[in-house]
């Protein structure tokens, strides 16, 4: 049996976020009074390098790397910039560690400050997650009146300030171009990289951007070692990974797991299974960047290559329970829906690519495809990944090629015999009453659109033109005389 | 500067460090298409914000395609331009990008000049595949000078660059997201009812028929043909050396003669020069310069020549809109005098009178139908037209002016000195006024009249000047951003200057965003400064105080610069405007 492992979300729900004395007795600040009295800036760097600790927002680059090139940069303003503007759809590992653990993100941007030479940071957080903002607001006033941020902290030439900046809500601001840009008060588009933030960042300056999940777990490496860590996950990628585990599952919530943690594990002895005793279909990971993952891959151990092997990707840890009764076109175009709302609109792959690509899906789904859909879907997709501008346009066809690769029969199902056997494209099933029908009228009442008509103890019929599909009629039919049948429309 | 090595389709090449892509299959004359990307070298602006992927190339060892515009040359890198990927996917960008606009290329304004048309055609794109919505947005034309019409921006933001980077306006930005992103103006306004100044930089920069100029070409062509008006043409500078670029010449070739000739085909009355004009403005100019100078008045004092520096004034300075001088620009000048003086003399009913100005810009579209330029209710310009909006009036009636022989204006107020002709670059109008001012102060002629420091392109011109022992400082700046620099040192008090010449377009009026397209190619734009040069220094005389007919108006109907009369006719006033 597999047991959570907690690192990230050590002191969630075990202290009070607004207690600084409970966070000290949980051994907090003293990684960075160890930092700051007993180990150079480099120490840090290569204990963060060794450790092999990977971005958890979503690329999973090496963050000591990242860390030892800001290092190198030789100028006097630097800044340390945390991407909590998380946006993945069912996400909120960030939002929990900063509402149960604000002082071990503090902690950690000044660990990371003293490492590469700055002296002031940024959290960019949503602006939806008033809470987090109000503990993290709380959390920076007393670390400061502690002395524990500030100027010369613990006593020591070292000085580091904290500032919070709200995101407006735009997916694309988790990219971290656009998050720079944002905060320098411009539109939050992506800019061509390179330069790096590392090299080139905030304000034109060297700036390391990592995410909260990424800087909670430096404290603990600080403390517990390089070798701690590594002795945790797999080779290459060591450590926990948080999920927001959602879905069709019976337990949903925040998990935290050893990398190399099988899916079947999470879903079987963690999620406790799917639920209403449905087989499950798949897990998508990685947000609107990730893929859909079939069950016969389910002892996948998961880490950052095993994904990506699998056509989808780490992301921020977003892991969606799909079962038998969900539509995976349906499930591609949802998340290529949420691309084309979220894209920034600056390069034209993304801008208008995606839309014609949702287009395209959108054809599949409504019975209007033909056979070239599949070959047209599949040559944009390759457009949009090789000539977006940044990682969001870059990853947005993912989900549509993963289930492309996993459920090619799905489409086909679509397109050639023009039905969904999950029954959830509209276009594709209609609603009709079979000869069994009593004339109870009950379906009748309870259509809100009034498009079933029949006499009472006659069989009622239907009017297909002015159904909504809404299913009401098949839900509250006593006597199983309504079928769910392929056909519409388009059909 | 470090060097580094790469192969572009397999050909070796060394550039400095930092060297685009683009730029280095440039020097190997490889050729890469751009839709987005722009370099205005001369004047220190790029746009390379790799927006529209069109010049993706592919590059070993990486993952996805790189936009050449933006990427710079790595040690070791080995670059294909044309490799099938390549061209499938730039084709592809070219298919989505015409699948979100208007199909109507045969009647659009830009037909035959746009940049995506070009590249469609090039890229035999002759099928989309890919087909779906189109964006809808409102047009605006509710102004003079420019036309928007955002259904066919490609979100290159060039406008952007120039309104924002260059001119610092700060007018056009992108909005919205997603399939809906566009430039616009913030909460999608109509360019009247912000602080636009109508300078036309995003007209000139705009690669398809987003941003055009509005024209009147038809209210002139209608005008020419009714025998009741006298039809009067009146020639900016600028116009005459880049007029014969739209007609195959080549940049910085001088067509006045031919120009004057084109005009009297297509049946204009009298075709004029505004150097008349740009003379009588430094007489007026002048004096009033002086007069600041002798009696303690407000210093400095800044040219009022150029319209959308004075809208940038009243909108972005409010408190220095005093400051400028009273004087009317050539354009307005030369109407209020062709309708009241000339008009009178020749015995004609000044409301019969059609005056129709040839400009290098599209603000004066703009400054003609600002309310107060008009005298005794009658305005003093009807109609602007530019330079390309000339040569489509000219090869729409079949007139190639190339083939013209030359003509000379007509007289009187076709008469200009060598001073008048430099208003058309940068620093011009600066130097016109020294050389009469050193006169006017000193009472000694002025014998080196060419004041070399203050001309220049290049942005902002300082230099001191002596006049018999009083010195005076005095600068020039052209681009709008380039003149809120130096406006904001005065404010400040970092600098003082007796006086200042704005030009709102970078260069000057040869850069105007009424003029010939650049395409980018600054070099151009130097031509056509070093044509007016050459066209003042073969003048027999090149002060604007010289000008007999000048002389002449001032004895039979304005006495002295400054009278009375001269303020009724020749000068003006600044309001203070709204910033938005």
Known sequence: ?491 | MSKVNLTINGVSVEVEKGTTILEAAKSLDIGIPTLCYVDLEEFNVKNKVGSCRVCVVEVDGRNNLAPSCCTPCEEGMSVVTNSARVLHARRTILQLLLSDHPKECLTCKKSGECELQDLASEYRVHEIRYEGEESSYPTDRANKSIYRDPNKCIMCRRCETACNDMQKVGVLSGTERGFDAVVDTATHRALADTHCTFCGQCVSVCPTGALTAISYNQDIIEALADPSKVVIAQTAPAVRVAIGEEFGEEPGTISTGKMVAALKKLNFDYVFDTDFAADLTIMEEAHEMLERIKTGGELPILTSCCPAWVKLLEHQFPEMVKIPSSAKSPQQMFGAVTKHYWAKKMGVDPHNVVVVSIMPCLAKKYECAREEMKCDDIPDVDFVVSTRELAVLLKESGINMSNLKEQEYDNPLGESTGAAVIFGAAGGVLEAALRTAYEWFTGNELEAVDFEMVRGIDGIRTAEVDLNGTTIRVAQASGLGNARALLNKIKKGEETFHAIEIMACPGGCINGGGQPFIHGDTSIIKKRQQALYEIDSNEEIRKSHENPMIKKLYKEWLGTPGSHEAHKYLHTEYFERERT
């Open chain 1, 1 to 491: 049996m597999i047991e959570q492992y907690r690192v990230v979300l050590r002191n969630c729900g075990v202290i009070d976020p607004d207690n600084l004395d409970d966070y000290i007795k949980q051994d907090g600040y003293q990684a960075l009074g160890k930092v700051l009295t007993e180990m150079s800036p480099a120490d840090v760097v290569d204990e963060i390098e060794g450790a092999g600790l990977r971005g958890r927002g979503g690329g999973g680059f090496p963050t000591g790397i990242k860390w030892k090139i800001a290092a190198q940069q030789e100028n006097d303003t630097k800044y340390v910039v945390c991407n909590a503007d998380e946006g993945d759809p069912g996400a909120f590992m960030d939002r929990s560690v900063i509402e149960g653990d604000p002082h071990s993100l503090i902690e950690a941007m000044t660990i990371a400050g003293y490492a590469i030479g700055a002296s002031m940071g940024y959290v960019y957080v949503r602006a939806e997650y008033p809470l987090a903002i109000e503990r993290l607001n709380r959390a920076i006033c007393k670390a400061k009146e502690e002395g524990l941020l500030g100027d010369n902290i613990f006593g020591t030439d070292f000085s580091f300030d904290l500032q919070i900046k709200f995101g407006a809500g735009a997916f694309v601001c988790g990219e971290e171009t656009s998050l720079i840009h944002s905060i320098e008060g411009y539109r939050g588009e992506p800019t061509t990289k390179p330069p790096f933030p590392a090299v080139e960042g905030l304000f034109g300056k060297p700036t390391i951007v990592n995410n909260v999940e990424t800087f909670a777990n430096v404290p603990a490496i600080i403390l517990k070692g390089k070798d701690w860590f590594r002795s945790i996950g797999t080779k290459t990628s060591p450590g926990t990974k948080v999920f927001a585990l959602a879905g069709k599952i019976n337990n949903t919530g925040l998990i935290e797991v050893p990398m190399g943690t099988t899916i079947n594990q999470i879903i079987n002895e963690i999620g406790g299974g799917v639920p209403n005793g449905k087989k499950p279909k798949a897990i998508q990971t990685g947000g609107p960047s990730g893929g859909c993952i079939p069950v016969e891959y389910f002892n996948t151990a998961i880490d950052y290559e095993s994904l990506k092997a699998l056509e989808s990707m780490m992301g921020s840890g977003g892991m969606i329970v799909l079962d038998e009764d969900t539509c995976i076109v349906d499930t591609a175009k949802f998340y290529l829906d949420f691309t084309v709302e979220e894209s920034c609109g600056k390069c034209t792959p993304c801008r208008i690519g995606n839309k014609r690509l949702l287009e395209l899906l959108e054809t599949v789904t409504n019975g209007t495809a033909d056979e070239n859909t599949i070959n047209d879907i599949r040559s944009l997709s390759q457009v949009i990944k090789d000539t977006s501008l940044c990682g969001l346009g870059q990853t947005s066809p993912n989900p549509v090629l993963s289930t492309l690769k996993f459920f090619p029969h799905e489409y086909k199902e679509h397109i050639e015999d023009k039905k969904c056997s999950a029954f959830v494209c509209k276009e594709l099933y209609q609603y009709v009453i079979n000869d069994t029908c009593v004339g109870c009228t009950l379906c009748a009442k309870k259509c809100p659109v009034n498009c079933i008509e029949g006499d009472k103890k006659e069989k009622h019929t239907i009017v297909q033109e002015d159904c909504i599909k809404c299913g009401k009629c098949f839900e509250v039919c006593k006597f199983n005389s309504v079928d769910r049948v392929p056909g519409g429309s388009n059909v």
